[in-house]
């Protein structure tokens, strides 16, 4: 227990998507005065550790995670929460140094759980009475969060039942923060940030339940009108829910970030039928092109599973094939894990794992090439780009088409907006040099 004079400190690691990402947010922003978010490589007496179990990598790195976390702050007390925790909890509860486990469906009650620790309570019974005082789920508060670009959360949830994933096990049903709220609360994050990061688990169903129904196209609208926004950036959208008409209409398509993020899983109609996922290759293709016809120079992303079971090679070309056809900057790949509880850890004809983990590495090495090639493309075109980081004379930030950019720092600071004449790239980023006025509409 800390002395009545000192604050508490708290290191948080997050694991996964951005979802968890801005959960972390949200109880950063409710720890009260009585703690404080402990600096990378400062000492911590609590850690809480943010899990992720999309694949069998994503436990091991949760594990990881903890025992790093046991490691490094050996007199600390650990919280694990998040969907490995809500999935698996004795797994997680067996691990050094963790007193508490709390899934997402529980995860509310951390900043309560926290105080009644750090009063010296015993974790069962303080466990016990802060889940009893839980609010409902809700975002992050808008006032201390410590983001150059901020995660708003504004879905939580997942009806599709992939045959594949366990996200609605670890998430529970698809909710929506109310509308008005949720355009208030981007408007208010937009006053402090440059940008603010729309995030959801199923973020194309937002609004689907509220009544009246909105839609995410809708809440992109208000909060364009409202102009209280600099620029918006979407997680990723489903291929039948993203809301292209936004980019058709002056208002949100100048709001909007040029990167966009659309899973695919597999080019195999064959196999998304078997994943469960409603629609077909052709549909994904179709969406990509016109995506890119629309934003010219966007970065376009997608997920694409390996190994899915029942995969055959002539499956995997056709996903290579769609991949290698269509003008997409990168791919997060995934090689299938079984998930417990899914129809699809009792399907037959599982890929054995080496094949599966070489046919994952063909998708890796081709999403290094786009990847490269898409960075050289941006030779000599003037980005707008977040400040993050001014270290050493060197600025870095975040530009509207996700790409990292460093450039020599001439006055420039955190979280403002710079604009910069790319000149160079390596592997991972780009270089240039920030221009002395920025000329308007970024051009492709």
Known sequence: MAASSERSRVSLVSLGCRVNRADLDALAAGLGDRFAVAAEGESADFVVVNTCTITADADSASRQAIRRAAREHPSARILATGCYAQVDPRAIAALPGVVAVLGTRRQTALPELLRRLDRGEEPAAALARAVQRAPAWTPAPVDLVDHTRAFLKVEEGCDARCSFCVVPDARGPARSLPFEEAVE????????????????????????????????????????????????????????EFPVELLLEEDTARLLCEHFHVPLQSGSARLLAAMRRPYLPAQFAELVEKLAALAPGACLGTDVMAGFPGETPEDHRETVALLESLPLAYFHVFTWSPRPGTDA????????GPEGRERARELLDLSDRRWRSFLARQAGREREVVVERVEGGIARGTARQYLTVRWPAGGDRRGSLAHVRVEASDGSGCFGVRTSAFTGRIPP
Do not use: F, N, Q, W
């Open 185 to 240: 609360r981007a408007g208010a994050l937009g006053m402090r940030h440059a940008e603010v990061v729309l995030s959801g688990i199923h973020l194309g169903v937002y609004g689907h339940d509220l009544k009246p129904r909105r839609t995410l196209a809708a809440l992109v609208r208000e909060v364009a009108a409202r102009k209280g926004v600099r620029r918006l950036r979407l997680s990723s959208v489903e291929p039948l």
């Open 345 to 352: 850890a009792a399907m037959p004809g599982r890929v054995p």
